[in-house]
């Protein structure tokens, strides 16, 4: 007695083809497949978005705050090593400056990055493009009339920006909170974030306000 065929690879590839039904299966496999695919990398962008707010822009603002704690005095009041001249303002100290006040009173300074410096990282965006973050500490006035010591992020990707948005203010509206967008400096108002998958604007920057 001859032994029946299975239903194996050999069905699906007998004259009659795929029937709709096989391929159907086939395309909803292959989409949860993609979809799996993006989720991960989307959750693996989430992760190293956090990552930096945590151990770069987060670590900055604790060691300001722990400076002033202990000193009385705001971090890169002037551009000195020992902060000798002081008016309540960051003046945009150099990161040599800023490390040496805080090694000058006993704090424990942030880590450096690949490039060597304390205020430097990398972030690498959804297309692959490389940007190189910078810390400065600074003051200003803006639209509001508000003058006020920042941590200045310049040319931030607007996606990573609309994430770090998200994660201190619990939205990512760009003209209210603590972390805001101005455009331009030139004409320094706040701002809604642009599209987080268009390129940077040249002049643009996020600021982080500080408590004082």
């Known amino acids: 007695m001859k032994a029946k065929k299975g239903r194996g690879i050999g069905f699906l590839l007998n004259n009659q083809g795929f029937t709709l039904i096989e391929m159907a299966i086939v395309l909803i496999i292959i989409g949860i497949i993609i979809g799996a695919v993006v989720k991960g990398k989307d959750l693996v962008r989430s992760a190293e978005q956090k990552r930096l707010y945590a151990k770069f822009v987060n670590t900055w603002e604790m060691a300001y ?4 704690d202990r000193t009385g005095w705001i971090l890169g009041d002037d551009n000195t090593p020992n902060n000798a001249t002081r008016d309540g303002r960051c003046s945009s100290a150099s990161c040599a400056n800023l490390v040496a006040q805080l090694k000058a ?3 424990e300074v942030p880590t450096q990055g690949p490039s060597g410096s304390e205020c430097d ?21 803006d639209d509001q009339a508000n003058n006020y010591n920042y941590i200045q992020i310049a040319t931030i990707p607007n996606e990573l920006g609309i994430a770090w948005d998200r994660m201190i203010d619990g939205e990512n509206s760009g003209d209210t909170g603590s972390f805001i967008y101005i455009p331009s400096t030139a004409a320094p108002v706040r701002t809604s974030w642009p599209s987080a998958q268009t390129a940077p604007v040249a002049g643009s ?3 982080l306000l500080l408590s004082f």
């Open 121 to 141: 990282r990398q972030y690498t965006d959804s297309l692959g493009t490389q940007h190189t973050l910078t810390i400065v500490f600074t003051n200003a006035s």
């Open 65 to 68: 705050n722990a400076y002033y």
């Open 105 to 107: 009173v006993g704090l």
């Open 205 to 207: 920057e996020a600021r």
